[in-house]
Nanobody, 121 residues
């Protein structure tokens, strides 16, 4: 019954910024890596950024220097600060979490339903 809920998407002009948020709720025994992916129209879902439980972050080359991922372990949340946005950043942004619901099960992948980011002048 784990759910990932994204928020913060919207319409922004080129060069603008948005802060995306995702909160994981439900039965969570251990929350490991969290990440953001995105999928533009007619494209596959691509990895954008990830962050480990210890706070180590990695980014796709296309967003390095522009996006910042962070997390709040106490709130089971992950955030993506998106700056200097291009039209090419337009996509549905999905939250991802690798987590274990209880001690007796393996880690599994969980996905949010996505939040739309549209960059247009």
């Amino acid at each position: 019954q784990v759910q990932l809920a994204e928020s913060g998407g919207g319409l922004v002009q080129p060069g603008g910024s948005l802060r995306l948020s995702c909160v994981a709720s439900g039965s969570i025994f251990s929350l490991n890596t969290m990440a953001w992916y995105r999928q533009g129209p007619g494209k596959q879902r691509d990895w954008v950024a990830s962050i480990t439980s210890g706070g180590s972050a990695n980014y796709a080359d296309s967003v390095k220097g522009r996006f910042t991922i962070s997390r709040d372990n106490a709130k089971n949340s992950v955030h993506l600060q998106t700056d200097s946005l291009y039209s090419e950043d337009t996509a549905i942004y999905y939250c991802y979490a690798h987590l274990k619901e209880t001690w007796g099960v393996p880690f599994r992948d969980y996905w949010g339903r996505g939040t739309q980011v549209t960059v247009s002048s």
